[in-house]
Every structure is written in C-alpha cells, then in structure tokens.
C-alpha cells in the first residue's frame, strides 16, 4: 500500500474511533451499561453491545465528515444487518444471554472540520433478535 493511502486509511479508522467515542458518552449519558467494545468474529462485528434496562442493543456507529459517500445510514445494509446478526447471536450464545430480548441500533454521527458534531440515533433500526 503507497503512504498515500495508509494516511488515509489511518485517517479514516481515526474518524470511526472518533464517533464510537462519542457514542459511547452519549449512551451512558443516557442511562445504557456499556457491555463490550468492537466485538468481532469471522463471520461479523459489533461496534458496541448495551444493555438498557432488560434489553441487550447492538449498536453499529457509523461516522461521516462530509456527504461524499451518502448518509452514515445509507451504509448498513442488508449485508452488514445480516453480518451484525450472525456477530449479536454468537454473543448471546456465549454469555448465555439467549432469552433476554435484544434490538439493534444505529447511530449516525457527522463531524465536520470545524468540530462540530451530529449525532442521530435510531432505535431498533432493523428486525430484533
């Protein structure tokens, strides 16, 4: 890879850092326990995995700063849902959480080059567990 691109690759897992960060302040603001960070196996990731009250949330973050390539929700498609549950099963495997209800989330989160932030956060954006 040039150095072109590895700053730009650098660059863009900066960002994505940047808006998990920020999600991850906004839900214990309001009230979410924070569970696990980035969890990954072969077949699927998870950004973040909360509990609100008796609910698991799956949370995927995508983070923007600019309009270029769409809207941060543009970017999860059926792939990525279908990946995300396959990664939200496992883990309800493994922490024998298979009974506890579960919804996926998505948060939105724009910054811009002056600093200034976005944030949108949709509730069960796609079918629960």
């Known amino acids: 890879m040039n150095k072109k691109k590895t700053r730009a690759r650098r ?5 994505g850092r940047d808006g998990e960060e920020l999600v ?3 839900l214990e603001e309001a009230g979410y326990a924070i ?13 973040i995995i909360a509990e609100q009250g008796e609910t698991l949330v799956f949370v995927e973050v995508k983070t ?8 941060p929700l543009e970017a999860v498609n059926l792939r990525k849902r279908q990946r995300m ?5 496992d883990y309800m495997v ?17 910054l811009d080059q002056g600093g200034e932030e976005g944030l949108e956060h949709i509730k ?3 079918d629960t567990v």
């Open 24 to 26: 991850v302040g906004y």
């Open 35 to 47: 569970l696990a960070r980035n969890y990954r196996q072969p077949f699927g990731e998870i950004d």
């Open 64 to 71: 923007r700063t600019s309009g270029r390539y769409g809207s």
């Open 124 to 126: 069960n954006a796609f």
């Open 11 to 15: 660059r863009h897992l900066a960002v």
């Open 94 to 110: 493994r922490n024998g959480r298979s009974d506890q209800a579960a919804r996926f989330d998505v948060v939105a989160v724009s």
């Open 85 to 89: 549950t396959r990664a939200a099963l």
